[in-house]
Each structure stands twice: as C-alpha cells, then as structure tokens.
C-alpha cells in the first residue's frame, strides 16, 4: 500500500531538533525518505518549510537544512491544489489541508490537529506511525 500524506512543519521541525531516533515525527522523516510515505507539497509549503527551518531558533545549519529538504522532496510528489472552502484560525494551516484533499486516501499529519477540521485525514504523528506499523 502506497501511503500520500501531507506532513504539517511542526512535525518536520520537531523530527529535525529532536536527539530521540524513536521519536514518531523522525520515524514519520524517515518514512518520507525511504518511499513508504509519499510526502505531497505544492510551493507554498516549500517556502514555508524553508522559511521556518531557517530560523536560529532552531540552529539548523543552512547546509544541513538544504541537503535534507531537497531529499525530501525528490521523493515526494508536487500537487496543485484548489481552496477547499473550509476556515482555518490560521489561514496558512489551509495549504497543507487542502494539499491532502487532493488525492483520496491521503493523509495530513499534524502534532496540531485541532487547528484543522475534522476529518479522518487528519491524523498525529503517533498514529502515523500506527499504520507504518501495520
């Protein structure tokens, strides 16, 4: 079974920081990888991607930053994606929502799901790493 998600930046910036290899957002990185998670994006969550991981916050060398994302994204799939016409507290959430809506069977996974409708797409690292496990 192929799996399409669509991974929301608080799990790539935990998976990134965290020193915990076991950790479900660096199990679900790992997934992206590999191939048995299919990441789906457009440009806008490119850019925010970029954006957030760039922060010195975060102390990612810009180097390391770049290797890794474009890794990801050679293995991911590029989705236009159309307003889904749902409201979002904050409306740069609405990408990643409506780049899972694009495909049937994909999925958002988000340490935040309560900034997204609900809707069974909308899923916590945790239990991303359920289905990988199946």
Do not use: C, W
């Not at 990134?16 to 789906?40: C, F, Q, Y």
């Not at 959430?93 to 609900?118: E, M």
């Amino acid at each position: 079974m192929k799996i399409y998600a669509v991974i929301d930046t608080n799990v790539i910036v935990s998976a990134m920081i965290t020193s915990n290899i076991e950790a479900p957002t660096v199990k679900i990185v790992d997934a992206a990888l590999d191939g048995r998670i299919t990441l789906m994006y457009d440009e806008k969550i490119v850019e925010e991607y970029y954006d957030v991981l760039s922060r010195p916050l975060f102390g990612i060398p810009k180097g390391d930053m770049h290797e890794f994302l474009g890794a990801l994204f050679s293995n991911g799939e590029y989705v236009s994606a159309e307003e889904s016409g749902e409201k979002f507290a904050d409306e740069q959430d609405a990408v990643f929502y409506n780049v899972a809506t694009t495909k049937d069977g994909a999925f958002l996974i988000s340490g935040n799901t309560r900034h997204y409708p609900k809707n069974e797409i909308v899923i916590t690292p945790s239990e991303m790493v359920e289905i990988l496990e199946k």
